[in-house]
């Protein structure tokens, strides 16, 4: 007999994280179903991490909900993402978004980009 095992959820948000994506939401020009978050290949480093407001939940999302906020994960970056918190950080002269990922192996200098290797199997 098989036993599944539950699934690790892919990312987690601190307070900070989630209460600004209610912010943002709040303010959205028409109604969004959360928001969807990936990587892409781009930056010097390789990879940049993506953020868009979604409309609806697409089939193939991992739909992730951690205080109060729905983040939906393209499926292509399930495992670059396993294991991310996301922040959120207010500094003097800016405010951004914080991926804090176990898979991150390098940034560039100035922080745009990474270098992002797949979770391994059983993580």
Excluded: H, W
Excluded at 44 to 63: H, I, L, Q, R, S
Excluded at 78 to 96: C, N, P
Excluded at 100 to 109: E, V
Aim: charged residues 25%; glycine residues 8%; proline residues 5%.
């Amino acid at each position: 007999m098989t036993v599944s095992r539950p699934r690790p959820q892919v990312m987690r948000l601190t307070d900070a994280a989630a209460t600004r994506i209610k912010d943002v939401m709040a303010r959205a020009e028409k109604p969004v179903a959360g928001v969807r978050v990936g990587v892409k290949n781009g930056g010097c480093a390789g990879m940049e991490y993506t953020m868009e407001y979604a409309e609806a939940v697409n089939a193939t999302d991992e739909v992730v909900e951690d205080k109060g906020v729905k983040i939906l994960i393209d499926p292509k970056a399930v495992l670059f993402l396993l294991g991310t918190e996301m922040d959120y950080k207010t500094e003097k002269l800016s405010a951004q978004f914080i991926f804090n990922n176990p898979n991150q192996t390098s940034a560039c200098g100035c922080g745009e980009s990474v270098q992002l290797t797949p979770a391994k199997d059983g993580n």
